[in-house]
């Protein structure tokens, strides 16, 4: 049995009755986390943080929309206001592309990557061989396209989906990979330079809603 003076020992100063209840202060003031809560806070954090799989069939609307309100949001200082706006009737044949192309992309080398984030897709990215006829003999990989949910800027989408994108091409045995974007597009070129691309010369023009837009090639290598 403890002794009286055991018994009688202050709680540590600041120290409430309340947060030894709760198991958040023990009796000597050390911060402690019972093991349900710190279970459940685990629980949380891995529900919000970006998850990253391969799309299937039953994506394929789900990202179309998705990539109509990317190009209305991303897009809005740089396409013209009345295309961006005509996109939203383009909902069932971008449906249908997409069905296609995940339906295809093992078959031609390519793949459609999508991102949730609390159950949500917040974004998309696809990839493969480069498209490019000028990249000569070496094979290169490339970012086809990359997409984030306005919604879901700045949580992490973007980053995760680049990361799968950039493993794939290097487990297929790419050295070296490229991307092409709108070189009004400075949002995506900072995103793109803050993941390693680089600016290779590369220039195309891009036409779109009867307008030419200049587009720029971006580069950067494989581990």
Partial sequence: MASRQERARPLPEYTNICSIRKGVLDLDGNRTVPSVLGDRLQMAKSAIAPFVRQATLADAAAIASSHIRSWQAGYAEVISEDYLRGLDDDLPLRTLRWQTAILGAESDD??????????????????????????????????????????????????????????????????????????????????????????????????????????????????
């Fill in 110 to 223: 390519t793949f459609v990557l999508v991102c949730e984030i609390e159950g949500e897709l917040a974004g998309w990215l696809t990839g493969g061989p480069c498209r490019d006829d000028d990249h000569g003999e070496s094979p290169l990989g490339e970012i086809h396209g990359c997409y984030v949910e306005p919604a879901h800027w700045r949580k992490g989408a973007g980053s995760a989906l680049m990361k799968d994108g950039l493993e794939r091409l290097t487990r297929a045995g790419y050295a070296e990979a490229v991307l092409w974007v709108l070189a009004d597009n400075t949002r995506a070129r900072g995103f793109y330079e803050r993941h390693s691309w680089l600016a290779d010369g590369g220039t195309k023009m891009y036409e779109v809603g009867g307008d030419r837009h200049p587009e720029v090639r971006y580069r950067r290598k494989l581990a």
